[in-house]
């Protein structure tokens, strides 16, 4: 399995804090069969504020910890970017980067909303040649009370990713019926663990693919375009 995205790069965000807890981390996913995982550090988001260049040295650092340890999985750099008027010039400059620095950009929003600029700045994305992908919609607020919106965005050419915890219902009725919903009609193609520790925010791919296949078949082929 690809796991596109997690926090699994130590120090830079609310993943794990040191490499220890990162190759642990990265042991559970690869126990669940994941072999390549896209790392998934916070940008832009007035927090954390991850560059490309720091998740291009962390990544190296975790491969090299990986190769030392003999743990059977791949890690891709990648960020989870706050969506706004300011990602296209961040993303232009080299500030931050896409998955494995591609085209495809893993973005999101406040949780609580949509904000009214939210489709301009997909849209600008979009026409200088980029794929936004839209994380975890099923929990943001603002799109369980429209998803509507979220239908929208879809029809326009933005992409979708639901949690495996959301589908599984980790997260809550609201989600679980929405990420099920987006699967189904095929809104969202994508499911990723969004996995960030051991405990409260663990990695549940398997069984949210396992939940997402009763629902049918995720498009394979973004996750195909984002490795290459």
């Known amino acids: 399995m690809i796991d596109l995205h997690a926090h699994i790069l130590p120090g830079l965000d609310d993943g794990p804090e040191t490499m220890e807890s990162a190759l642990a981390l990265l042991g559970a996913l690869a126990s669940q069969g994941v072999k390549t995982v896209v790392a998934g550090a916070h940008g832009l988001d007035g927090r954390y504020n991850a560059t490309k260049d720091a998740v291009l040295r962390a990544t190296d650092q975790v491969n090299a910890a ?133 405990k409260g925010r663990s990695p549940l791919l398997k069984d949210g693919l396992a939940a997402a296949r009763t629902l049918g078949k995720p498009d394979q082929s973004a996750e195909t375009q984002v490795l290459s």
């Open 66 to 198: 990986l190769r030392v340890n003999a743990v059977d999985i791949q890690v891709l750099p990648g960020m989870e970017l706050f969506l706004g008027f300011d990602l296209l010039v961040a993303i232009r400059t080299g500030k931050v980067m896409g998955l494995n620095d591609s085209r495809y950009l893993l973005v999101e929003l406040p949780a609580r909303e949509v904000p009214p600029y939210t489709e301009r700045a997909l849209f600008d994305l979009l026409i200088a040649g980029y794929r936004p992908i839209l994380n975890h919609p099923e929990r943001n607020l603002g799109i369980q009370q429209n998803p509507d919106r979220m239908r929208r965005l879809a029809e326009n050419g933005v992409g979708a990713a639901v949690t495996a915890a959301s589908l599984i219902g980790r997260m809550g009725r609201e989600a679980q019926a929405l990420a099920r919903a987006f699967i189904r009609e095929g809104v969202a193609s994508l499911v990723v663990s969004d996995a960030h520790d051991l």
